[in-house]
């Protein structure tokens, strides 16, 4: 928009930060394809009583809609931390926990306070795209270290890095998107204790939002927050909860941490709608959450699929699967679409994300693949 602008436009308007002009916002494409596999969402909706629930919920909610909502959400605090309790054996209190519109909220609220100029947030890729966004709207350093081929962390390198930049907040999903990769706690302990040597202590910060599909056996960092203040938990109801329209994420974390949260999130930031809404969606965690284990039996069942198609599977935790190598993984992510099935392009070079759908979604899936690379496309 220059000279030519009718109305005269000025250069340089509107007046954005220089490093933000011409960037994209971000997100997945919104296409309407009869089979969406492409951000991780639980395909199955609440049932009829559940919609009732959250509608009564509403509508009570919407009597007193003229006052503003309780700022400290006092019960939906307590609601979640014990839904959270039982992912650990030490329990969790109200006063450790936070929530926020998604867990993308709770993440930039957490780079507002622990970041800043001059400051630094470092992960591990390949890792979670929207982390150096909230670097880079919070005027954070965005660092950015490696895995093994196999997705896994390299705990020295992990180590030595921390220890070089001193980051004020290390951000690791686990499992981690979009490898599906989950982290033993040993590297939890490793990571929370290199962060506590800076010579300011930075908080770890592991990003559990597909911590309810992990593999039996895989425990939840959760268990480890007694043992280290720095150790913060983070988790969302937008995917294994299927809450993904309500916008609700949280964490756990040491009361301090919760109290400097608050010195930076708006005031009112969680209307009493999505209070309400949340507090009755977790009155129906066992149903919500009832489909969870046949999504991980179908996840499995997937990632052996495409092993058998000889195909390169990353070990997964999560409800998706990163799957390759492709020479051309645009012409296969475009031939799976033109046949209805849209999944996403993300990740290193030549790999795909598919998300774990229906068992007719996956056999649509699976069938659409097999025309692809039979066509010799990719
Ligand atoms: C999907 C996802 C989230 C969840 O985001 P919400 O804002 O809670 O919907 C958080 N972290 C990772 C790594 C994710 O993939």
């Not at 436009?9 to 509107?14: E, I």
């Not at 480890?224 to 993904?244: D, E, G, I, Y």
């Not at 919500?288 to 195909?311: H, N, S």
């Not at 990740?347 to 759908?357: A, E, K, M, T, Y």
Request: with cysteine; proline share 7%; charged share 20%.
């Amino acid at each position: 928009m220059t000279s030519s602008d009718p109305a005269g436009t000025p250069a340089g308007w509107p007046p954005l930060r220089a490093e933000l002009r011409g960037l994209e916002p971000y997100g997945a494409p919104q296409l309407d394809v009869p089979v969406q596999l492409n951000v991780n969402e639980n395909p199955y909706g609440p049932s009829a009583a559940c919609v009732a629930d959250i509608a009564t919920a509403v509508a009570r909610a919407a009597v007193t809609l003229n006052r503003y909502p309780d700022r400290e959400f006092t019960e939906l605090r307590a609601a979640l931390a014990g839904y959270l309790s039982r992912d650990t054996p030490h329990g969790i209190v109200p006063g450790q926990v936070w929530a926020a519109n998604g867990s993308n909220e709770v993440m930039l609220q957490l780079l507002q306070a622990f970041g800043g100029p001059g400051r630094v947030a470092l992960s591990f890729a390949p890792t979670y795209s929207m982390y150096p966004e909230y670097a880079r709207d919070t005027m954070t350093e965005w660092v950015q270290g490696h895995r093994e081929s196999d997705f896994a962390l390299d705990l020295d390198h992990a180590r030595d890095l921390i220890k070089e930049r001193q980051p004020s907040v290390v951000l690791l999903p686990s499992p981690n998107n979009p490898t599906g990769t989950a982290l033993p706690p040993e590297a939890v302990t490793v990571l929370c204790e290199a962060a506590a040597e800076n010579e300011q202590t930075g908080i770890v910060v592991v990003d559990e939002a597909y911590g309810e599909f992990r593999r039996s056996g895989t425990p939840s960092a959760l268990e480890l927050l007694p043992q280290h203040r720095n150790l913060v938990v983070s988790r969302t109801m937008s995917k294994a909860f299927a809450l993904a329209g309500a916008r609700l994420g949280y964490l756990a974390a040491a009361p301090e941490i919760c109290d400097a949260i608050r010195v930076v999130r708006l005031p009112y930031h969680l209307s009493a709608v999505t209070q309400a809404v949340a507090l009755a969606a977790l009155r129906h965690a066992p149903e919500l959450l009832g489909k969870v284990d046949e999504l991980r039996a179908e996840r499995d069942a997937t990632v052996a699929w495409l092993r058998d198609q000889g195909l390169s599977v990353a070990e997964s935790d999560a409800n998706f699967a990163l799957f390759g190598t492709f020479a051309d993984r645009h012409a296969v992510w475009q031939g799976l679409l033109d046949r209805g099935v849209l999944i996403r392009e993300v990740g290193p070079d030549g790999w795909l994300r598919v998300s774990i759908g229906t068992t007719e979604e996956m056999t649509a899936f699976k069938q659409a693949l097999t025309e692809v690379r039979e066509e010799g496309q990719g």
